[in-house]
């Protein structure tokens, strides 16, 4: 009897022990935006309409210098999902898949996994992952063809709906169906479109938010957090937000939000002095829409009106983005699971609206690598914002450590839960970001950079200035770089010039802080 009563006993213990360890650990809900910049009330711009993200912010902690490793969506995405810079990925363009450059590296929702959690993904997340790299989930991937939409609406045809598009999408699918040698590829596809007049840069229709993917999604993402409600089991929950990029085509409600005739435009539009030209790009992925190039001059610059439009689009878009956001949040409060869950939310980098003459990313400059970060966790007191520069790849670590689980030993970001706790406000000097040029063809064209592939700039950021490096050589190997391989440099001075509107690296009063920045960069990105 007496060692039945011991058994039990310890079977008690056990299941108590087990039990107190699988409570300790927490939820995840991973939301990632697309272009989203730090176009936010949270972050001083009032004129944005954005209180469910400000709400976040309020209650969590927010990295005002948050920056992104490259701004092109796969090189970021991938650094920041492995926790390594795009010199270990080896992933500088949109066409190279991860595993075929490091088929072994681990992913973050991977390293849940392996640790005992659910994992599932939605939306735009693994861009750069072939089949969004199914060794990373417990549940099927959900893509935009596996949502439900609203009432009377299809899928989005080509990221729309409008009837004329849907019409032209479809036979377009149909003559690509019925031609086994056809040429599917994205460039072709969407070729065909922008030749029609059928690629608008932004659409405005009276539709439901669920007529859109983003909106589908933020439903999915509630249809979810009810099931891991009842079923209890731990989950790492990744939802990717497609919005704002573009094309801008959020619901009229949130076009409705504001006066296109009030909205700013950049107060600077112009090159930096000092600065070389392959600091800039030609725009180009604004050009893939039929409605650019009417729209410019003979410089690429946009007329005022489009230039309008095209920030009116995007704001509203945040502020779709903003309600899809409180809709997960507050279904997350309401079913208490808030008490268990951390929340990370930020963008894969910046976005350039007119300034410097630029649209898009594919820059090192501020507006391009510059996005939002935001953790809430029940253990942390938030309300608070840290202005220490932190990169993207610092998130791999945090969540893992405000998880309880292990930290990979490899990756290249440190936690930042001592900021989280407030016992250090600082724990990096500087942030790098990096950009290539000179190279038009992507590698998975012909299996490898082509030779004219020879110049990466290599951006340093600490808290005032911004230094650039651009040097010559091959991508693949960093080993025997030199500073007599830099053959052009960029330094701004935010103190002074917030808007970069002046170069200092010809500069001798400049002279030190750019050797030290130099020397920042030598030591994080050639020795590693």
Same mark, same amino acid.
């Given at each position: 009897?007496?060692?039945?009563?011991?058994?039990?006993?310890?079977?008690?213990?056990?299941?108590?022990?087990? *039990?107190?360890?699988?409570?300790?650990?927490?939820?995840?809900?991973?939301?990632?935006?697309?272009?989203?910049? !730090?176009?936010?009330?949270?972050?001083?711009?009032?004129?944005?309409?954005?209180?469910?993200?400000?709400?976040?912010?309020?209650? %969590?902690?927010?990295?005002?210098?948050?920056?992104?490793?490259?701004?092109?969506?796969?090189?970021? =995405?991938?650094? +920041?999902?492995?926790?390594?810079?795009?010199?270990?990925?080896?992933?500088?363009?949109?066409?190279?898949?991860?595993?075929?450059?490091?088929?072994?590296?681990?992913?973050?929702? *991977?390293?849940?996994?392996?640790?005992?959690?659910?994992?599932? %993904?939605?939306?735009?997340?693994?861009?750069?992952?072939?089949?969004?790299?199914?060794?990373?989930?417990?549940?099927?991937?959900?893509?935009?063809?596996?949502?439900?939409?609203?009432? %009377?609406?299809?899928?989005?045809?080509?990221?729309?709906?409008?009837?004329?598009?849907?019409?032209?999408?479809?036979?377009?699918?149909?003559?690509?169906?019925?031609? !086994?040698?056809?040429?599917?590829?994205?460039?072709?596809?969407?070729?065909?479109?922008?030749?029609?007049?059928?690629?608008?840069?932004?659409?405005?229709?009276?539709?439901?938010?669920? /007529?859109? /993917?983003?909106?589908?999604?933020?439903?999915?993402?509630?249809?979810?957090?009810?099931?891991?409600?009842?079923?209890?089991?731990?989950?790492?929950?990744?939802?990717?937000?497609?919005?704002?990029?573009?094309?801008?085509?959020? !619901?009229?409600?949130?076009?409705?939000?504001?006066?296109?005739?009030?909205?700013?435009?950049?107060?600077?539009?112009? $090159?930096?002095?000092?600065?070389?030209?392959?600091?800039?790009?030609?725009?180009?992925?604004?050009?893939?829409?039929?409605?650019?190039?009417?729209?410019?001059?003979?410089?690429?610059?946009?007329?005022?009106?489009?230039?309008?439009?095209?920030?009116?689009?995007?704001?509203?878009?945040?502020?779709?983005?903003?309600?899809?956001?409180?809709?997960?949040?507050?279904?997350? $409060?309401?079913?208490?699971?808030?008490?268990?869950?951390?929340?990370?939310?930020?963008?894969?980098?910046?976005?350039?609206?007119?300034?410097?003459?630029?649209?898009?990313?594919?820059?090192? +400059?501020?507006?391009?690598?510059?996005?939002?970060?935001?953790?809430?966790?029940?253990?942390?007191?938030?309300?608070?914002?840290?202005?220490?520069?932190?990169?993207?790849?610092?998130?791999?670590?945090?969540?893992?450590?405000?998880?309880?689980? !292990?930290?990979?030993?490899?990756?290249?970001?440190?936690?930042?839960?001592?900021?989280?706790?407030?016992?250090?406000?600082?724990?990096?000097?500087?942030?790098?970001? *990096?950009?290539?040029?000179?190279?038009?063809?992507?590698?998975?064209?012909? %299996?490898?950079?082509?030779?004219?592939?020879?110049?990466?700039?290599?951006?340093? =950021?600490?808290?005032?200035?911004?230094?650039?490096?651009?040097?010559?050589?091959?991508?693949?190997? =960093?080993?025997?770089?030199?500073?007599? $391989?830099?053959?052009?440099?960029?330094?701004?001075?935010?103190?002074?010039?917030?808007?970069?509107?002046?170069?200092?690296?010809?500069?001798?009063?400049? *002279?030190?802080?750019?050797?030290?920045?130099?020397?920042?960069?030598?030591?994080?990105?050639?020795?590693?």
């Amino acid at each position: 009897m007496i060692k039945l009563y011991l058994s039990l006993l310890l079977s008690f213990i056990l299941f108590s022990c087990n *039990q107190e360890n699988y409570n300790a650990k927490k939820n995840v809900l991973f939301i990632v935006v697309d272009d989203l910049k !730090p176009l936010l009330g949270s972050y001083g711009y009032n004129e944005i309409i954005s209180p469910n993200i400000d709400k976040l912010a309020n209650e %969590g902690v927010l990295f005002s210098k948050a920056y992104a490793q490259q701004a092109i969506c796969t090189a970021s =995405r991938m650094s +920041f999902i492995t926790g390594r810079r795009p010199d270990y990925t080896k992933i500088w363009d949109l066409s190279t898949k991860l595993r075929e450059t490091r088929p072994d590296i681990i992913t973050i929702p *991977q390293h849940f996994k392996n640790n005992g959690y659910e994992t599932i %993904g939605m939306g735009k997340v693994m861009h750069g992952a072939k089949n969004n790299d199914p060794k990373s989930w417990t549940m099927p991937f959900i893509s935009n063809e596996n949502f439900d939409y609203a009432d %009377g609406y299809k899928m989005p045809a080509n990221l729309y709906q409008s009837p004329e598009i849907h019409k032209k999408w479809d036979s377009l699918q149909a003559a690509l169906d019925s031609d !086994p040698n056809a040429n599917r590829s994205w460039f072709a596809v969407n070729s065909v479109m922008k030749s029609a007049g059928l690629r608008p840069l932004t659409e405005n229709l009276d539709v439901p938010d669920n /007529a859109y /993917a983003d909106g589908a999604s933020s439903l999915k993402t509630i249809e979810l957090l009810n099931e891991f409600n009842r079923n209890k089991k731990k989950f790492f929950l990744t939802v990717g937000f497609q919005k704002p990029h573009l094309p801008f085509t959020p !619901p009229k409600k949130y076009w409705d939000l504001y006066d296109r005739d009030k909205i700013s435009l950049a107060k600077f539009q112009n $090159k930096s002095k000092g600065s070389p030209d392959d600091a800039y790009h030609q725009s180009g992925e604004l050009r893939n829409y039929h409605d650019t190039e009417p729209s410019m001059d003979e410089n690429g610059i946009v007329n005022e009106d489009k230039q309008r439009e095209l920030i009116h689009g995007y704001m509203a878009s945040v502020s779709f983005i903003d309600a899809q956001v409180g809709l997960v949040l507050n279904h997350l $409060k309401s079913l208490g699971m808030d008490e268990n869950t951390i929340v990370v939310f930020f963008g894969d980098h910046g976005w350039h609206l007119g300034d410097h003459g630029l649209w898009n990313k594919h820059s090192n +400059f501020e507006e391009a690598t510059r996005t939002p970060l935001i953790f809430k966790s029940p253990d942390i007191s938030g309300g608070f914002i840290n202005n220490s520069p932190v990169e993207l790849l610092d998130i791999f670590p945090t969540v893992c450590k405000l998880a309880g689980i !292990p930290i990979p030993e490899d990756v290249e970001g440190v936690s930042l839960v001592p900021i989280l706790n407030k016992t250090s406000e600082r724990l990096k000097d500087f942030a790098i970001s *990096q950009y290539p040029r000179r190279c038009n063809v992507m590698r998975s064209v012909i %299996g490898r950079y082509p030779d004219d592939c020879t110049l990466m700039g290599y951006a340093v =950021r600490n808290n005032r200035y911004r230094y650039v490096a651009w040097v010559s050589g091959n991508f693949e190997d =960093r080993s025997n770089f030199s500073n007599n $391989k830099i053959v052009m440099e960029e330094l701004y001075d935010y103190e002074i010039d917030p808007l970069e509107t002046w170069s200092f690296a010809l500069d001798p009063n400049y *002279q030190e802080v750019k050797d030290q920045m130099k020397e920042n960069l030598r030591k994080v990105v050639w020795e590693n």
